[in-house]
């Protein structure tokens, strides 16, 4: 089973992957900068290495890395947008250091623009940052499926498709447990029915990875308020289901509850020990 979660990258990959093992992970997410924005801090080359070595070692990855949430590619004025395509291109750019990584973001907050617009100004982005990288980036790059809090794009499948159909990349997509119930999609009493619907729309075959969250929500709150496994609406047993549906239990899944590195230990053995 690919198992994690979110760690703090503040110490370096080699830290990340160190802290991983001894929690019982084989996969971690980190955000690339402050996920307020701001400068990335320079890569250390010699870390790079030590943790490419480590990481095969100890069978490691894929790693996720998290855009910052300022990252808004359908913001209405070109400071914002700018900021957005410098960021993911010099994210992308840093990510061909560990070849194989996957790159997250929230595809955007249209802010009264209208999903159309958003989606238009999403796919635009996408296509002049993979333009102008000079070759395909080795990373896969995943829209972040949202709960539709506020103007936020990428509430449902559709929306989704939308950007992949526009850009015409290979886009994958991250699963966010919380968000897509948030969102309205029951995945505690009807997860085969979701499931079929994000085949139908999307394509399994772009589902890259499962943020494992509960929600401090009920169904259709287009909130997006992260709880521990099992002490939210979600609940155990609909973690159990997910963790051995034959269509999700091949894919890595990334812990980004509310938790202290105990706690997320406590959670990846929780979610091991359910596999069958
Ligand atoms: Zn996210
Ligand atoms: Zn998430």
Sequence with gaps: MK???????????????????????????FFTRNPRGGAAKPIDKADVAAFLEYAEANGIGPILAHAPYTLNAAGDNTRVRDFAE???TDDLMRLELTPGAMYNFHPGSHVGQGSEKGIELISDMLKRIFDGFGKTPSTTVLLETMSGKGSEVGRNFEELREIIDRTGLPLGVCLDTCHIWDGGYDIV???????????????????????????????????????KIGKGKIGLAAFERLVNHPKLKDKPF????PCDLQGYKQEIALLKGMQR
Excluded: P, W
């Design 86 to 88: 410098m960021t993911m």
């Design 189 to 227: 009493n009807d997860l085969d029915g979701v499931l079929e619907e994000f085949d139908r729309v999307v394509g399994l075959d772009r589902l890259m990875a499962i943020h494992t969250n509960d929600s401090m929500n009920v169904l259709g709150a287009h909130k997006d308020r992260h709880e």
């Design 3 to 29: 198992i994690g979660c979110h760690l703090s990258s503040s110490g370096g990959y080699l830290a990340m992957a160190q802290t991983a093992v001894s929690i019982g992970a084989n996969v971690f997410q």
């Design 254 to 257: 990334y812990l980004e509850t």
